[in-house]
C-alpha cells in the first residue's frame, strides 16, 4: 500500500476513514507538468508480475518539473531505439523519485508491451561506495526471474550474455537504480565500472537492434557510466538530470504549503542550488517547525562548516531538524540508529542496539516512526519491514556519531555483528544465506574487532578454510564480488596498500595476497598489482621465503597478463630465487615453470626450455610416481613444446594455413596441381611430397609478394625438404604434447587422491585441441571439405578436437579466469573457421577482444589481431565460402575482412609486439605479413 501511494503521488497517511481513496488535485502552478493519461492497455497474456518495486524507496511527498525525462522514458519504452537509458546526477537530484513516478504511469496504462519488468536497488547492498557492492545476487535473481533453467554461469561474459538474451526475448523492461556502489569514483580509474559482468550486460543489451530485439535497461547513477561514453548515441543514452529550475523548485515547495512571494522563493531555489531532496526537506521543516511556514523563516538554519563537507544544504537542514525535534528525543535517537546501516535497517537489528546514545524502547514506537514517515525522514512500508532512510541522511548521522561519540559507534557495531554471528547458520550453502555474515564482518571491523572477523567470520564461515576443499564462496558460488566487498573491511582505504593495522602480521599479509586474487579474477589486474607488491616486499622483510616465492610468482604471472614483459621476467626470476630460499621443493618446482614461461613469451625459448626440463627433473625426484610436470606448469610446458625453437608446430600449422590461401588460389587454374577439396584451406603435406619429387613445378605457385624464386628458397617453409622436415617435427610435437596431457588427466583419476582444479581441466582440454588441430592441418587428415549429404563422415580426429575445445572453453568459463579464457576463443575461432564457420569465429574473436580490453591484455590484444587477420585475410579460397552467418545470425558477406584493413590490422599487431617485446609471436606476424601483405615483414624465428 504505501508503494502504491508513493507511485500515485498520494499522501503518506491517508487522514480519512477507511475505505475512502484520496487523489490530489492538480496544481495551479504552471511549473507542474501534468502528463498525459497513457491509454489503458492490457499486459501481455505471458506477462511476468513485476519484481523488486518496492526496492525502490522515496523519502517524502512532492513532485515538480521533469517533464521532459518523462516524455524521454516514454519515447525509449514506446518502440524508440533506446536499448539503455541512463539518468545520472548528485545524490538527492531525485533519480529514484522519477523512476517510481515513471514506473507508475506504466503500471497504471497495464504494463504495455512488457513480458517483465524487473527492479533492483543496488543500495540493497549498502550505499558505502567502499564497499565494494557486487552484482552477483542480482544476476542470480534475474536469470531466474527470466527463466534462465538452473544455475547461473560463473563467467562474467556468459551470464551477462544469456541475460541480455531472456530480457531481449522477452521484451522485458530491467531498472537498475543507484549503480554507483558498482562504479569507481570518478577521480579514480576514470569512473569505471568495478563488475565487469554488468559492463558486459550493459554492452550486450545496447547491441540488440531495436526493431528484432526491443528492450530497455534504465539506470540510475550519480555519475556517467564511462564504458558506455564511446558508444552514445541512439541505442546508448546518458542523460544529466538537472537540478531542478526556478519554476519547479517554488512548485515543490509550494506543495509543502510555503508562503513567500515568487521571488523570494526563487531565491531560496537558488540558494539551494536546485536540489530536490533540499527543497523537498527545506519545505517539509517550514511546514513542521514554524508556525506562519513563511521561506524568510529558512535564515533561522544555520550552515555550518562541516555541514558544508558532508551533505551540504541537506545536511544542514537534518541538524535544524535535531535542534527542532530536541537532541534527546526518541526521533533524534532513531536516526541516530539509521547511522549504523548503509541499507534499510531490520527491527530486530534495531531493537539488539538498545540504548545506544540516547535510545531506548521509545525509538520505535508507531508514534515515533509515523511522526518521522510524516516528516519525510524515513520510509518503511508495514509495521514489520525495514526502516529506510535516504542514504544522505544515513551518512550525515553516521558521521555525526562516529566523531561525537566513538564509544557508543564502536559499542553499537560490536553488538550488532555479535547478534548476527550468533544468529547465522555456522556455513549458509547459498549468497543469500552468506548475506548476514557479509553484514557481520562490516560491523565487526567498524567495531575493531578485525581478528575476529577475518579469522571467525570470513576465513572460516564465509570461505570455509582457505585449505584444497576451501574458498567455498568463490569456488562454489563464484562469489568474487561480494568477497571482495567483505576484504575491503580490511583495509584502511581503497588502495589496497595497508591492512588494518591492529591485524596480526601473517593475516596482513594474507589479505594482501587474497584482495590481490579478487581483484584480478574480477578482472581489476591494474588495481591488483599493488596489493601483490605490497605483500611480496612485506615478506621479505620477514624473510618468509615460501610466501615471498608465492608473492613474486603471483606478481610475474599478473605482469605477463598486462603485457609487462620485461617486468614479468625479472619478478619471475626473483620468485626462483626466493623459492631456493625457502627449500620447498614445491616452491622450486612451480616457480621455475613461472619464470621460463615468461621468458617464452619474450621469445627467449633455449632459457625457457632449460627452466622447464630442470623443474621436471625435480618434479621426478619429489613425485616419481608421475614424473612429469601437471596442472598449470603442465600446461605451460606444453605450450613451450608446440612453440618449439623456432616456432615448432603452432607456427608451421599456421604456414599450411596461409599456404591454403595463395595455393587454392592457384590450384584452380590449373589442372596439373592437386585440388586440396572446397574445404580445406590447409593440409599441405601432399603440396609438399609434390615439391620436393619435382621443384621445378614449385614456381607457379610461389605466393605474389614473396620476392621471386630466391626469395622462396630462403623460407624455410617454402624449401620443399624444409617443409617437409617442419611438417614431420611439428606431428611429432603435437603427439609427445597429446601425450602428456592425456597422462595429466589419467594421473589425476587413477594416482592423485584429490579432484583436479577446474582450471586444470581446462587446459588439459586445451592443450589436447591445440594438438590435434595442429597435427591435424599438418597430416591434411581431418576430413574437411564441403558437407553434402553423400559425404563421408569428417575424421574422428576432428569430432574430438571439437569435443576438447567444448570442454575447455566450458571449464575455462566455470573457473572464472578472464586471463586464460581468451586462448581457449582463439583456438575455437580457428576450428570454427575451419570447419566453415565463420560467423562462430567472428562471436570467439569479439568475446576474447571484449576480455582483453577490459584487462587490458595486450599480449592478447596482439593474438586477436593476429588471428582474425590470417583467419578471414585471405578470404577467397580460404575455406570460408559465402553463405556464413555473422555472431547475430545475418547473412554475412564473406569476401570482405570484417575489420576492414588487414594490413592496418597487422601494423597495429607489430606495433604492439615490439612496445611490449612479445618475442614469441615474431616469427608468425612475419609469415603473415609475408603471405598476406606481400613480404612487409621478414619472416624469421
Known sequence: RALYRELTAQPAVVKRELGTVVTLGPETSPAIQIQPAVAHREPRTDFFLPHGLSQLKTYGGGFAGRG?????????????????????????????????????????AGWPDAGGVFVHSFYSQ????????????????????????????????????????????????????????????????????????????????????????????????????????????????????????????????????????????????????????????????????????????????????????????????????????????????????????DRAAERKLLVVLGAIHGASAQTSETRVLNRL???????????????????????????????????????????????????????????????????????????????????????????????????YSQRKLGAMGADLGAVANFFVDSSWRQPAPSLAPADRAWLLNEVAVLLRALGRLEEALVPMGVSMDMNVEWEEWKNAATSASNLSQLQL??????????????????????GDEFQRITKRTTHGDALHQAGDRGEALALFQAAEAMQEERQPEYPRLYSLQGFQYCDLLLSGMDGGAERAAWRVWLGGVWYRRVSSASEDLPSLGPGIPGGMTEVAEREAADPDNATPVIPPGIGGTQGWQKNRFHDPDGMVRAVGEGIAACDRVTA??????????????????????????????????????????????????????RSAALADIEAQLTAAVENLRKAGRSDYLPRGLLTRAWYRALTNDPGGARADLAEAGRIAADGPMPLFEMDILLTRARLFGGREGAGMGDGGKDGAGNNANDNQYPWGSVTEDLQAARRLMEEHGYGRRKGELADAEEILLGGVGAAGP
Open 373 to 471: 514517515k510524516d516528516l519525510h525522514l524515513i520510509a518503511f512500508d508495514g509495521p514489520d519491514d525495514p526502516i529506510d532512510a535516504h542514504p544522505l541522511l544515513r551518512e550525515w548521522f553516521a558521521a555525526a556519531l562516529e566523531r561525537e561519540s566513538p564509544e557508543a559507534w564502536r559499542a553499537g557495531h560490536q553488538r550488532l555483528f555479535e547478534h548476527l554471528i550468533a544468529t547465522t547458520p555456522q556455513r549458509p550453502d547459498t549468497l543469500e544465506g552468506l548475506d548476514p555474515l557479509y553484514q557481520a564482518v562490516a560491523h565487526g571491523c567498524k567495531a575493531g574487532l578485525h581478528e575476529k572477523a577475518c579469522a571467525d567470520v570470513y576465513r572460516d564461515r564465509i570461505l570455509r578454510g582457505t585449505g584444497d576443499d576451501g574458498f
Open 68 to 108: 521532459a525525462e518523462l516524455a524521454a522514458l516514454d519515447a525509449a519504452w514506446a518502440g524508440g531505439e533506446a536499448r539503455v537509458f541512463v539518468l545520472h546526477a548528485e545524490g538527492g537530484a531525485g533519480k529514484t523519485r522519477l523512476l517510481v513516478k515513471w514506473l507508475g504511469s506504466l503500471r497504471d
Open 126 to 341: 549498502g550505499s558505502d561506495e567502499r564497499r565494494n557492492a557486487s552484482s552477483e545476487l542480482f544476476f542470480q535473481q534475474a536469470l531466474a526471474y527470466f527463466g534462465f533453467p538452473g544455475e547461473p554461469p560463473t563467467d562474467p561474459a556468459r551470464k551477462a550474455e544469456e541475460l541480455a538474451r531472456l530480457i531481449r526475448a522477452r521484451h522485458g523492461l530491467l531498472v537498475l537504480d543507484g549503480l554507483e556502489p558498482l562504479q569507481h569514483p570518478p577521480a579514480f580509474n576514470q569512473g569505471r565500472l568495478k563488475d565487469p559482468a554488468m559492463g558486459h550486460l550493459l554492452m550486450a543489451l545496447a547491441g540488440a537492434t531495436a526493431a528484432r530485439e526491443p528492450a530497455l535497461c534504465v539506470i540510475t547513477s550519480r555519475q556517467p557510466i564511462t564504458e558506455l561514453a564511446p558508444h552514445q548515441g541512439k541505442a546508448i543514452v546518458q542523460r544529466p538530470l538537472d537540478r531542478l529550475d526556478t519554476a519547479a523548485g517554488i512548485a515543490l515547495l509550494r506543495e509543502f504549503h510555503v508562503r513567500g512571494t515568487e521571488e523570494e522563493l526563487a531565491r531560496a531555489v537558488a540558494d539551494y542550488h536546485g536540489h530536490a531532496y533540499s527543497l523537498m526537506l527545506l519545505g517539509s521543516y517550514l511546514k513542521e517547525a514554524t508556525d506562519d511556514h513563511h521561506i524568510r523563516r529558512r535564515s533561522e538554519i544555520p550552515l555550518l562548516e562541516e555541514d558544508r563537507e558532508r551533505g551540504g544544504h541537506a545536511g544542514r537542514l537534518f541538524r535544524a531538524y535535531v535542534n527542532h525535534l530536541g537532541e534527546d528525543s526518541p526521533e533524534v535517537a532513531l536516526l541516530r540508529l539509521l547511522g549504523f546501516f
Open 561 to 582: 597478463t598486462l603485457g609487462r614483459i620485461e617486468r614479468a621476467v625479472e619478478d619471475g626470476g626473483q620468485a626462483v630465487q626466493f623459492a631456493d630460499r625457502s
Open 740 to 793: 602428456r596431457a592425456s597422462g595429466a588427466q589419467r594421473a589425476w583419476r587413477e594416482i592423485f587422491s584429490n579432484d583436479p582444479p577446474v582450471l586444470d581441466i581446462a587446459l588439459d582440454h586445451l592443450t589436447l585441441a591445440r594438438a590435434g588441430l595442429y597435427r591435424g592441418l599438418l597430416a591434411g587428415d581431418l576430413g574437411l571439405g564441403a558437407r553434402e549429404p553423400s559425404d563421408p563422415p
